[in-house]
């Protein structure tokens, strides 16, 4: 229905979105398909309310009590999933065909989409008899399933191959789910760690030194309840996307979009990752609102904040070794390795060795920073507690996402509506700037006034946050010495690029749920 | 009911006055207005929906005073969360300690927010409690959940202690251990309990002062003793179940039923 009213009302009958090749089609459909599908995964799999390294099903306990058998506690959720992720597909296939004229396969990758679904929820609802084992035994099946999908397509397998070799995967997967969930419904959690592990906890009387402040405990309780979650999202992700590493071949194109989208994966886990963050206990009714157990913490909202920005860099810092742990081993074992290698001689020759260092380390620094963002940039909507403030939220999130892609192919076909748009940059960054320090100074006056910071934390704030903007101004009019850039737009841009209103709203939310 | 008046501020553990609270077309609190000098049991009583747990998240400063003012050692618990709360044990009536800790560690992340953490009396208390270090709080049965509860609140030895509905749904051995919990709390010079319960006989057993609250407002406050005497009839003493019906006209348990 978006689509259809772009389409028909925005550019008009006149005008018309040109992909008429697969390349263009799959930088459309890309971000709001990979942002729905893993969206899909985190909900029918209720993974955004469990704990994907605890022993126990990640199936709501509170639903074991329901009326039903456990046909249809596993069943209905894998129906329900499945549907969606055939109607995505479908939905996706539609808008290939029309207005776009690609031709891509009907069925087979919506029938993926279902398997993987459907294993997902079936190996984590299981429950399990190690720790983390769920995210392991989760990540390697998948990546199974996923590679023999790859290589079907690689050897131009017919659509009817694929099918039969999908087909089974749901029905297969059902079987696994009803298992499982019959198992947690029983409460049958198997046990490995061993006897002496449980007897050395409970002898000790405290293995770790005492808090060092209250502040530390509370950053150390924010990444237990959802620090793990980007890492392990992270860790569950990587496997298949480095896999493609394997069936590339050297050429060098294929193997750069790969490497960015491994690079793009924790940004975009952490706006999944985001939503979980400022929740306080799912298991309770108000699973948004802040829990008596956490409200009555005596600390102020201020350092509750601070400990939840805490455990979101030490979120962010843990997603990203992996990442940068796992990418010089896929590449050296998929003998990519080279192909970087000579790519990054070939742009030394060019702009000098310490250019291009800096420039790798601005790029992986600047996709460090967005993770981090993307996991706090929200939090002054999620820490308000009020449930349709959260999901309009969300709602809008999404239909920005798949507004994204064809509104910016639309400008890309159109060069008079580039111009005048880059004629007017100045004055949308000028704008933006000005909605942003207005809301800015409105949250500092409520700050100010409720308290709720120090005068001390306020004037330091502002100071660091004006440090940053005139670092990044100067690497920017370093970086982009040009005449294409003025000094006043890197200037604009660096004060748009500095998070200020969104992040200082943060305890003015916690203090509106605290309070209520 | 006394009026607050500054005196009262600086002495009471908790001064309230004139709170109203309103949540939609529904009134939960109609102008209540109470202190409670420190030394005390408070038992509050009143059936479910009375306004029993809406009074006491303004006290703990869960709900913001729509109108009127509520001052917890004559601060705003709203504005001075750290320095009331610090001062504070509270067990709540749903029991929401994170499932995923274990016992050890919530005794370990508990400590850390209060300077008065007694490293013997918790230890002393999870022993009397038989909980296992180990053991993962969800694993832990309803009964031992409240012990859990109560042991955090009761280990920093609270200036004032507030139990909201604490033995509701739970064992008669889990009710003997809260009511001791109370009667030792008390027994330290100083300590003031706010039990809320619908259970009279179980706040008969221990409060000094009984609050009587029925659809949001305050019907009866008084020493638990001299309100006794004063329903004497024909030289018999009642029990505080009597006194609820003759104020409010129903039993608190079918009360809190319906």
Redesign the interface.
């Given at each position: 229905m978006i689509l259809a009213t772009i389409k028909l009302l925005i550019p008009g009958p006149s005008l018309t979105f040109n992909m008429d090749s697969a390349e263009r089609f799959g930088v459309v459909v890309m971000g709001p398909l990979t942002a729905t599908f893993t969206y899909f995964l985190a909900v029918f799999s209720f993974g955004l309310s469990g704990d994907l390294a605890a022993r126990q099903s990640m199936y709501p306990a509170r639903m074991f009590t329901l009326p039903v058998t456990t046909a249809a506690l596993a069943g209905w959720p894998m129906l329900y999933g499945s549907a969606a992720m055939v109607i995505l597909w479908l939905a996706t296939r539609l808008f290939a065909v029309w207005p776009s004229g690609v031709d891509v396969p009907l069925m087979w990758p919506a029938l993926l989409a279902a398997a993987l679904l459907a294993w997902t929820q079936a190996l984590t609802w299981m429950p399990y008899a190690l720790p983390g084992l769920r995210v392991i035994v989760t990540v390697l099946w998948l990546a199974v399933i996923d590679s023999v999908a790859l290589v079907a397509v690689q050897y131009k397998a017919p659509e009817p191959v694929m099918l039969a070799g999908l087909a089974p995967q749901v029905p297969l997967a059902f079987l696994v789910a009803r298992y499982a969930v019959g198992r947690a419904r029983r409460g049958d959690v198997p046990d490995w760690r061993g006897p002496f592990v449980r007897r050395r906890v409970a002898d000790a009387p405290d293995r770790r030194d005492r808090f060092p402040s209250p502040g530390r405990a509370q950053a150390w309780f924010e990444w237990r309840r959802h620090g793990r979650s980007l890492p392990a999202w992270v860790g569950l992700l990587l496997p298949f996307e480095l896999s493609l590493l394997f069936i590339t071949g050297n050429t060098p194109a294929l193997v750069f979009v790969i490497l960015l989208g491994v690079l793009l994966t924790p940004p975009v886990m952490a706006t999944f990752a985001a939503a979980t963050v400022p929740r306080s206990n799912p298991a309770v009714g108000d699973s948004y609102g802040l829990t008596p157990f956490i409200a009555t913490r005596p600390l102020t909202s201020a350092a509750l904040i601070a400990a939840t920005l805490k455990a979101t860099i030490w979120s962010t810092v843990a997603a990203w070794m992996l990442v940068l742990g796992a990418i010089p081993l896929a590449l050296r074992w998929s003998g990519t390795w080279s192909v970087v290698v000579e790519q990054m001689r070939q742009a030394a020759v060019h702009i000098g060795t310490p250019r291009v260092v800096v420039i790798v380390l601005l790029i992986v620094s600047g996709f460090i920073a967005a993770t981090w963002k993307q996991l706090v940039q929200s939090l002054y909507i999620g820490l308000t507690g009020r449930a349709w403030l959260i999901k309009g939220s969300v709602f809008l999130t999404l239909t920005f996402l798949f507004l994204l892609g064809p509104i910016v192919q639309f400008i890309i076909d159109h060069r008079d509506v580039q111009g005048a748009l880059w004629d007017a940059l100045p004055s949308i960054l000028a704008l933006l700037v000005c909605v942003k320090m207005s809301a800015a100074a409105w949250i500092a006056a409520r700050l100010y006034r409720s308290r709720l910071l120090s005068d001390r934390t306020l004037i330091s704030g502002a100071a660091c946050w004006c440090v940053a903007v005139l670092a990044l101004y100067g690497l920017l009019a370093w970086f982009l010495s040009t005449p294409f850039f003025p000094r006043y737009v890197l200037a604009l841009v660096a004060i748009l690029a500095i998070p200020l209103a969104r992040l200082s709203a943060a305890p003015l939310a916690l203090a509106w749920n605290r309070h209520r | 009911m006394a009026l607050v008046g500054e005196l009262a501020v600086s002495e009471s553990a908790i001064a309230v006055s004139g709170l109203t609270r309103r949540f939609g077309t529904t009134t939960a609190l109609a102008s209540v207005s109470v202190s409670m000098p420190r030394g005390a049991v408070y038992g509050l009583v009143g059936a479910n929906g009375a306004g029993k747990t809406t009074l006491i998240?303004h006290i703990?400063?869960?709900?913001?005073a729509e109108r009127g003012s509520v001052r917890v050692f004559g601060l705003d618990p709203?504005?001075d969360?750290?320095a009331?709360?610090?001062r504070?044990g509270?067990l709540?009536e749903?029991n929401?300690?994170?499932?995923?800790?274990?016992v050890?560690e919530l005794l370990?992340?508990t400590?850390?927010?209060?300077a008065g953490w007694d490293e013997a009396y918790a230890e002393e208390l999870r022993q009397q409690f038989a909980l296992?270090?180990?053991a993962t709080i969800?694993n832990l049965s309803k009964g031992q959940k409240a012990r859990a509860g109560l042991l955090i609140a009761l280990a920093h030895r609270p200036e004032l202690l507030v139990l909201d509905e604490p033995s509701s749904g739970l064992d008669p051995i889990v009710r003997r251990d809260i009511l001791g919990a109370v009667i030792r709390t008390i027994a330290d010079e100083g300590r003031t309990v706010l039990f809320s319960s619908h259970l009279l006989d179980e706040v008969e057993q221990v409060a000094d002062h009984v609050i009587m609250i029925h659809q949001g407002t305050i019907v009866l406050s008084a020493p638990l003793n001299d309100l006794k005497e004063s329903h004497r009839v024909d030289g018999r003493i009642p029990s505080l179940e009597e006194i609820f019906v003759a104020h409010v006209g129903i039993p608190a348990a079918s009360a809190s039923e319906e």
């Open positions: - | 998240k703990l400063g869960l709900l913001r709203v504005v969360p750290v009331v709360l610090s504070i509270y709540s749903e929401d300690l994170p499932g995923w800790m274990r050890h370990r992340y400590r850390a927010f209060y296992d270090r180990s969800k």
